[in-house]
């Protein structure tokens, strides 16, 4: 019966202990989104990190911030009720090479270290290859 009431009391002070108040949960693994390899003509370069307020008072994103200025965040203006989601829109410049850019996120959420997570882009991005035409006729079975 002690036992009994052990985990009772211990499942008490687990609820009760909780934390009150917004949660931020990010739907991307590893709060990374991957680019992959793309190219500059064929990508606009904007990303959505989309997140659930997953507590039970409003989420309010109260600054979003790039290591540099080839990567452009923008934040919600209004709070995000509890249950409901919201965006950080992210578009990076676009310049030939490696991806490799954290976002810092800032806000009232109580899940993570003094309301901030880090949010990050990854990916390749390669010139297009130029088609020289006059090679192409050149090559053509028509010109032999």
Known sequence: MK????I???LVNAVVFA??????????????IDYGTTNKDDDDGVRSFEFTNTGDA??????VQSTCGCTVP??????IKPGKTGKIDVK????????????????NAVNVDEGRVAIKIKGEVVVKPVVNLLEK????????
């Not at 006729?137 to 032999?144: A, G, H, I, R």
């Open 58 to 63: 409003d989420l309010i994103i109260t600054n």
């Open 8 to 10: 009772a009391f211990m």
């Open 92 to 107: 990076y410049n676009m310049n030939p090479g490696p991806i490799r850019k954290t976002i810092t996120v800032e806000s």
């Open 3 to 6: 036992k009994y009431l052990l």
């Open 19 to 32: 934390q009150k108040g917004p949660k931020i949960e990010f739907k991307d693994k590893d709060n990374t």
């Open 137 to 144: 006729k050149s090559s053509s079975p028509m010109m032999q």
């Open 74 to 79: 923008s934040k919600p203006t209004e709070p």
